[in-house]
């Protein structure tokens, strides 16, 4: 059946209350100290602690969570005169020489935001997290209560990040699904954050029962992409993109550098005839850059890629893996590219992270590097404002420092508006709640009632007013038309209405913050059937944090090195 | 008084019951805009028996069929006033036509004028009321659209859409503190029942519990209740002003 909302599928339930953050706490039992969730509940503030001799804990430390998170807030702001480090949080981050989890400080110094460690074996470390305190601090107030699967795979014992898979301690559900189905690869990326070991392309049967499993858990998906290595190169891709698209799946994604699909034009129109987007890495538009960050000069290589997906109309998200004084000039040129096409619905730019088997060892300085608003100001000052840093917002569906967001509304000329120029997204988070593209919910559409309506209030006041209002009209015309669509055809409708640009600064070993961790939305499925959370399974599970040959985390379970899930 | 400082726009305001609501609305407090088509001269009379009174209003010339000028005459009146508080949806006529002999002209021009101009008026008032978080709005039906009676069909084809027109409305902008209901007389002494044929009167009067018909004063008072802050939970209702027919 073509849907992807079937009614049969019983919803996923809201977690009973929203995840804020970690705090140093003592067991209420045996004062045994330890790092509590922070978790609005009923109106109230509550500490969820999971004390290893006590087991699960809770105590109220606040009976008014409004007041509460103003409270919070407010220590993000520096007393006047200050010219030291100003405290505002604690959280617990990695030791970057060792790995162990340590506890941080976080503090604001010169409005950007720094982690303070003391590891007891190799001695203090700070790390850049944010170039913007501002945005850092009010980040937080975008938090929302996440979703649960419907079946967690392991269960709560010794506490994050050793129970992942996920427990029943994880703040959310598996929004992006990321399978790995090869560690083969053709290019060996100077920034590659996995650890190719060309030894397995995963089989067919594997790869259905991790589909399986993922439908089990999450009766639908949204998305889910298929990963490597480069994925083109395992040898019945074609296969394992048949076996993914199925009714409960309304989007298969395949991540890829491009080079096969600038040359193998059976193999284009293969995806496109099974309807797969392309993820195309593309970080830049110049050899300089190519060999900096993949290894080898690609510019032949993305132009054929690119001319590939505009003759066969296939639809992309662009993925700029953005690296300070290396591509971060060229940000710019690849936000105008993607507004030009109008196969290209989303763009994500991921401010590099300093782990695995390259990324792990790449030159860098985790005092001097891209953060978010860093990649957000460059967009800014490079397109000369027409997509705008006051234009992004954190996107509460993962821990809100993780990934920002901007909507843009395709207008009748082709060009585009950022949704925040006529949407009040703070009176309207629930269009930024759940997701990085907007679900056809009863919430989201009345959310949009109100958006149509503010703006015909008001289209004499915002900017290209009358044009949004006529965009938005044929909006509903081609998702609402007089002939009824099929679930898919609508889904296909609605994502060609609007763009987006979202970013996502995966973790390493200097940034590393576990109540981050706790509410990881992407995931690697792994053939035992578990759900690792993106950022804990590269720093703990592959063995590469630090480059190759890192020590695995004693909890740390390999990629391929499990039994298969029956 | 029931609209004390509060601006209404009326849609043909110049005669009959149009000219009744705009006095009885200025005779509540209100600033009454009018729009008219033709006459002229009822228009100037209408704004001076408001005056005369004591109250404040304004005539238009511009056709409820009229999309820019209504949008230019709501812009007018929302830069002068700051707001338009209510709209009275009025503008209409009578026919005395069989389905038999009706042009299709004849239906085009009862559908356009009672339908099609409480929409683009509605429309074109609507954006200042949504800004302002308020609004009332009066859509002047008929028992014929109501109830099954003796009256040209595509008069009450007219007025029973805007029973719909009303009821949807009202779901759809009552978040913003709008309101939108529906006032539904049956023959009154003046106005499009001046021309009804005397065997429609009079069987009106033999089912109407009050032996009589109404008055145009009666209507409008109804709709001026309708239109003030008090009548606050009364939303996407159909109100019938008929001595219990």
Redesign the interface.
Known sequence: MDCTSCDTVPPRPDRPHTFIAHAPDTCPTCALPGEARVVLRDGKVVHLLRCTACGPQEREVHANAQTWMQEFLAKGVVPEGLTGDHLFKHTTSTCPQCLALVPAEVVIRKDRVFFLKDCTRCGPSEALVSEDASYYVKAYSFARAGTQPLIFRNTAEHGCPTDCGTCDDHEQHTCLPIVEVTDHCNLECPICIVDNNYSKHMEPATFQKIVDGLVEAEGVCETIALSGGEPTSHPQILELLKIASRPEIGRVVLITNGIRLGKDRDFAQALKDLGVYIGLQLDGFTAEVHTQIRGKDLVKEKAAALAMIDELDLPTQLIFVATRGVNDHQIGQVVELFLSKPQFLSLNFQPVAYTGHGGGTFVHDPMDRLTIPGVIRHIDAQTGGKVGYTDFFPLPCSHPQCVSLTYLLRLDDGTSVPFARFVDFEKHATLLRSSATLPATSEVEDAL??VI??V????DEIERGPEILKALRRCLDEMFPKQPLSAREQFRASERQSKSIFLHHYMDRHDFDLERLRKCCHHYPQIDGKIMPACGFNMFHRGAAKGPETPRAKFGRAPFSLPVIT | MLCAGKVAFVTGGSRGLGRAICKTLAKEGAFVAFNYLKHDADAAATVAEIEASGGRASAHKVSVLDKAGLVELAKALDKQHGKIDILVNNAGYGQVVPLALMEESDWDEMLDTHVKGAFLATQAV???M??ERYGRIVNVGSLAGVKMMQAPVHYATAKAALKGFTESLAK??G??GITVNCVAPGILDEGVSDHLPPGRKEEYLRHCAARRVGTLTEAADMIAFIASERASYTNGATLVVDGAV
């Open positions: 009632a109100d309506h503010e015909f209030a008001r289209q | 609507l954006r200042v949504v800004r759809e902008v978040r913003y």
